[in-house]
């Protein structure tokens, strides 16, 4: 489990990520809540992290990275929608959490063939254990 910090990190970013273009949809909010409540976030410190900007740090396992990077996917199609902005900023935050660029523009491109373009985890790992090995 990761710690506290790491935490309100994960949050953090994935709150960034769903401000991108500039509103937060009741949808995205409700995602963002239920990812906190899964990591034992508080509903007062999860409000929190909307107006109060916390240390970003990068996840320690590749294996972290690749769940930060899912959790990313799947909030940006919460909505059933995917704009330009959100897809070159997901592109630019798997990169910054050293992913393989080859790994990310893969599973941009096949979670177009997924029911409501959830890509199941399992294809999602093949994905980067592909690139890994």
């Not at 500039?22 to 976030?41: G, H, P, R, T």
């Not at 063939?113 to 592909?130: C, E, G, S, T």
Request: aromatic share 8%; net charge negative; glycine share 4%.
């Amino acid at each position: 489990m990761p710690t506290e910090k790491e935490k309100l990190s994960i949050l953090s970013e994935m709150i960034g990520f769903a401000k991108v273009n500039n509103e937060i949809k009741e949808m995205e909010y409700d995602f963002l809540f239920s990812v906190a409540q899964q990591l034992e976030v508080t509903k007062l410190t999860f409000d929190r992290l909307f107006k109060h900007d916390v240390e970003h740090v990068i996840p320690k396992s590749q294996s972290e990275r690749i769940v930060q990077f899912h959790r990313l996917v799947l909030l940006m199609n919460v909505d059933n929608q995917q704009e330009l902005i959100e897809i070159k900023r997901l592109h630019d935050i798997g990169l910054s959490m050293g992913l393989p660029p080859g790994a990310i523009q893969q599973v941009l491109s096949i979670m177009h063939q997924y029911p409501d373009k959830i890509v199941p985890p399992d294809v999602l790992i093949n994905i980067f254990k592909a690139y890994y090995n």
